[in-house]
């Protein structure tokens, strides 16, 4: 089955600064890796997600880039704000109209003034 | 709903006995995941609904666990016999159909005494 790494597992930066999180995947038939962010005493929520036939894909402060060859993809936040301390999960699936996901372990990432 | 809602949110339970975990997922979405967050832990696929196709329960750890989805709408985590291992953050997640956005529920935390 799929097996998803992410690192670092806690990372922190200055307000304004930029944030890189990594993961990398096992399964090259995986073709969807969402990127989920997850705040104290909620569920996680989808904040950005990139497909297969994509290398790079921006949303305003975040970015997410895919590298199919490697089996890599990174999440990038840019101007980092307190509010975007979080624990951050990257995800991977497969084809099919309801694949599941297998996540990683999650980076908590803390923002600090 | 305009939700994922989940209940309970917080249960407490000694060991040995049996509970239910109960998600409502968003009207009209087909599939619907249960995943577990373990203290400082990734997200642990268990089981998913796919409208009437039978579930993939490729996640369950034991036989102690089952899910059930009455109507193709409410799901209901049981554990039977409860170990202090099953303490973790049960999350509900569902999706619509030809979707792989999931929208989490807040989860319900387990107690195991």
């Known amino acids: 089955g799929e097996n998803v790494e992410q690192h670092p597992s806690t990372l922190s930066v200055q307000e304004g600064d930029s944030a890189v999180i990594k993961c990398t995947y096992s399964d090259s038939a995986s073709n969807y890796f969402p990127w989920y962010k997850q705040e104290l005493g909620k569920g996680p929520q989808l904040i950005i997600d990139?497909?297969?036939?994509?290398g790079e894909k921006k949303d305003q402060r975040i970015a997410v880039t895919l590298n199919k060859t490697a089996k890599h993809f990174s999440l990038h936040i840019t101007e980092t704000q307190p509010e975007d301390s979080a624990v951050y999960f990257c995800?991977?699936?497969?084809?099919?109209?309801?694949?599941?996901?297998?996540f990683g372990t999650g980076t908590r990432l803390q923002v600090t003034l | 709903g305009a939700g994922v809602s989940q209940s309970p949110s917080n249960k407490v339970t000694e060991k040995g006995k049996d509970v239910e975990l109960r998600c409502d997922p968003i009207s009209g979405h087909t599939a619907l995941y249960w995943y577990r967050q373990s203290l400082g832990q990734g997200l642990e696929f268990l089981i998913y609904?796919?409208?009437?196709?039978?579930?993939?329960k490729s996640g369950l750890p034991s036989d102690r666990f089952s899910a059930e989805r009455t109507g193709g709408s409410v799901s209901t985590l049981t554990i039977q016999r409860t170990q202090q291992e099953d303490s973790a953050v049960y999350l509900c997640?569902?999706?619509?159909?030809?979707?792989?956005?999931?929208?989490f529920g807040s989860g319900t935390r387990l107690t195991v005494v």
């Open positions: 995800a991977a699936s497969m084809g099919g109209t309801a694949s599941k996901l297998t």
């Open positions: 609904f796919q409208g009437n196709s039978a579930p993939d």
């Open positions: 990139i497909r297969s036939n994509v």
């Open positions: 997640a569902s999706s619509s159909f030809g979707s792989k956005s999931y929208t």
